[in-house]
C-alpha cells in the first residue's frame, strides 16, 4: 500500500510551496500556493455536485455534505450539470470500484477544467498515490479522517494540489455528522458507526475507515428525530461494522438497546437494519425483532464463503455449520423475513470442492437473495500476497452459478407472499403504468393498484400481494 510520505514527496516534487503540519500525531499535507481564503469565496453563487460510490455510510456521508454547503449558501446540483466544485466520495471495496472512482475523477478533471474536482471517501485514504498518477490537473484530496472538514476545505480554493489526509488508524472518534434536508424522502439512512476491528484478510476497509467508532445515542436521537420532523417513514441503520455499536462508548448501550429505544421513542417510524455479521447477530435480538412491529423483517447477514477452510484463510471467526444453523433459526423465529446474503468467489486457494461446499449450503439454505461478488486482491491485505488465485474465467462462472441459484431463491420468496398482507411503503408514481412504487418491510418492491386518487407518496398501507412478475409483487390496498 502507498503511504502518505509517497504522497508529501510527490507534492514537494511538483509543488515546491508545500507545508506540512503535524496535529494530534497526525500528518496533513497541504499545498499552499495563493492568498486566497473562505473569506474571499462567493458562496452563494456556488453550484456544487457529487458522484457517491459504494456503501450506505457514503450515502449517508455525502447526504450530510450536501446540507453543509446548502447551510452556506451553495446550491446542490445532480453531477451531469455544470457545477463549480465536484465532489466525488470514492469506494475502494474492490479493485472494479477504485478504478470506477479513478474513471469518474478523470472525466470530470477533463470534461469540466474549470471546476474544483475534490476526491474524498475511502479510496481517496487509501489510494491517493494512483489518483494522482492518473487525474490530471491539481485535484484536492480529503481524506476519511478531514472529511467533517470538507466543506470547509473545499470552499477555501486555493488553486493548487491539495491534499489532506492523516493516519487514520489513530481517530478515536466518530464524525458528528448530522443529515437534514431529506424533506422529499420517504426513506433515508442514518449512519451509527464507523470503521472495522475485524480485519478480514480480504478486505482494504480497516485501513481506509480505521478502527470502530460509534455515534454517541444522544446524537443518533437526534438525528432521527430531525427525519420525524422532515416526515421520514422509514431509517436504515447503517454502519461499517453496525454490529459492534456501543463498544467504544461509555455508555454501556449495545446495538440490541440502541434499537429498542429507538423503536420505542419513535413508533411512527420503521427501521430497518442495512447489515449485520453472523457473530453479532444474537438469539436476543431475533427474539426481540419478531414482537416489535416497527422493526423490519429484512435482514443482511453476509456469508461470504461455505467452506470452512476459506473462511479460516478470510480471518471470518465462524464456520458454515454455525452459519447454517443461524439462518435455520432466524427462519423459524420470522418465517416471512427478507433474508440476504454476500458471497464472495475466487478468494486465493478456492478450489472446485471448496466453491461446492457453498454452492451447496446457499442452495439448502432458506436465504432469501444473495450479493455475489469476484475476489479481487487489495493491494496491502493479506490475501493480495496469498498466491493461488483462480482464474479470471472460474471466477466467472462460479459467480454465474450463485447469481443464478440467488434469483430461483429471490422468486420462491416472492412467490410465496402472494396472498399475504404486508405493509408496504410508497415512495413514487409509476409514469409508465400509473401505479405506485413502494417497497413492502421485508423488502419486496412492489406496485400498488389503486383506485384512489389521491397523492399516496409516503404513506403506509397495508396492501395484499396478488401475483408476482418479472420479480416485482402487485398489490392492491385493504
Known amino acids: 500500500m502507498r503511504t502518505n510520505w509517497d504522497v508529501l514527496f510527490r507534492c514537494r516534487k511538483e ?10 500525531n497526525l500528518f496533513y499535507f497541504i499545498a499552499i500556493k495563493d492568498t486566497g481564503s473562505l473569506q474571499d469565496a462567493i458562496i452563494n453563487s456556488m453550484r456544487v455536485a457529487f458522484y457517491t460510490l459504494g456503501c450506505k455510510v457514503n450515502q449517508f456521508e455525502s447526504a450530510a455534505l450536501a446540507e453543509g454547503f446548502s447551510s452556506r449558501g451553495a446550491e446542490i446540483v445532480p453531477h451531469t450539470e455544470e457545477a463549480d466544485i465536484y465532489i466525488v466520495n470514492t469506494c475502494a471495496v474492490t479493485s472494479r470500484a477504485a478504478y470506477h472512482s479513478r474513471r469518474i475523477l478523470r472525466d470530470l478533471a477533463m470534461s469540466r477544467r474549470g471546476a474544483r474536482i475534490i476526491a474524498t471517501g475511502c479510496y481517496a485514504q487509501i489510494g491517493a498515490q494512483e489518483i494522482l498518477d492518473t487525474v490530471p490537473g491539481t485535484p484536492c484530496l480529503i481524506g476519511n479522517d478531514q472529511k467533517v472538514h470538507l466543506v470547509d476545505l473545499a470552499l477555501d480554493h486555493r488553486d493548487c494540489l491539495e491534499v489532506y489526509i492523516g493516519d487514520i488508524s489513530r481517530v478515536t472518534a466518530i464524525a458528528p455528522f448530522i ?32 478502527r470502530s467508532r460509534s455515534l454517541p445515542t444522544d446524537m443518533v436521537q437526534r438525528q ?11 431509517v436504515v441503520i447503517a454502519g461499517i461494522n453496525v454490529g ?13 438497546e440502541l434499537l429498542k429505544r429507538l423503536c420505542r421513542l419513535f413508533p411512527q417510524v420503521r427501521f430497518r437494519l442495512s447489515s449485520i455479521s453472523p457473530l453479532e447477530l444474537t438469539p436476543g435480538m431475533i427474539s426481540w425483532a419478531r414482537s416489535t412491529p416497527n422493526f423490519c423483517p429484512h435482514w443482511h447477514i453476509p456469508l461470504q464463503s461455505g467452506s470452512d477452510t476459506i473462511l479460516a484463510l478470510m480471518n471470518r471467526h465462524y464456520t458454515s455449520s454455525y452459519y447454517r444453523d443461524l439462518i435455520m433459526e432466524l427462519r423459524r423465529a420470522m418465517p416471512d423475513a427478507a433474508i440476504g446474503t454476500d458471497v464472495l468467489v475466487g478468494f486465493p486457494r478456492e478450489d472446485e470442492a471448496a466453491f461446492e461446499e457453498t454452492l451447496s449450503l446457499i442452495s439448502e439454505l432458506p436465504i432469501t437473495y444473495v450479493h455475489v461478488f469476484p475476489f479481487s486482491p487489495r493491494p496491502g491485505t493479506v490475501a493480495a500476497a496469498m498466491g493461488a488465485t483462480v482464474s479470471k474465467e472460474d471466477k466467472a462462472q462460479r459467480g454465474r452459478l450463485i447469481r443464478d441459484l440467488g434469483n430461483e431463491k429471490k422468486q420462491a420468496f416472492y412467490l410465496s407472499q402472494v396472498g399475504k398482507i404486508l405493509k408496504c411503503l410508497v415512495e413514487r408514481p409509476e409514469r409508465e403504468s400509473g401505479l405506485w412504487r413502494g417497497f413492502t418491510s421485508n423488502y419486496i418492491p412492489t406496485l400498488i393498484r389503486s383506485e384512489r386518487g389521491n397523492d399516496l407518496r409516503n404513506e403506509v398501507l397495508r396492501v395484499r400481494i396478488e401475483k408476482i412478475e418479472k420479480g416485482v409483487a402487485f398489490a392492491r390496498p385493504i
Not at 437534514?180 to 476497509?205: H, L, M, P, V, W
Not at 430531525?226 to 416526515?231: A, F
Open 224 to 234: 432521527i428525530g430531525i427525519l420525524v420532523q422532515e416526515g421520514v417513514k422509514e
Open 179 to 210: 443529515a437534514r434536508g431529506q424533506k422529499e424522502r420517504t426513506r433515508a439512512f442514518i449512519r451509527i458507526q464507523d470503521g472495522c476491528d475485524s480485519f478480514c484478510t480480504y478486505c482494504i476497509i480497516p485501513y481506509a475507515r480505521g
Open 244 to 256: 459492534r455499536y456501543g463498544r467504544d462508548l461509555s455508555e454501556g448501550v449495545c446495538l440490541l
Open 15 to 24: 509543488i515546491p510551496d508545500i507545508h506540512t503540519i503535524l496535529y494530534n
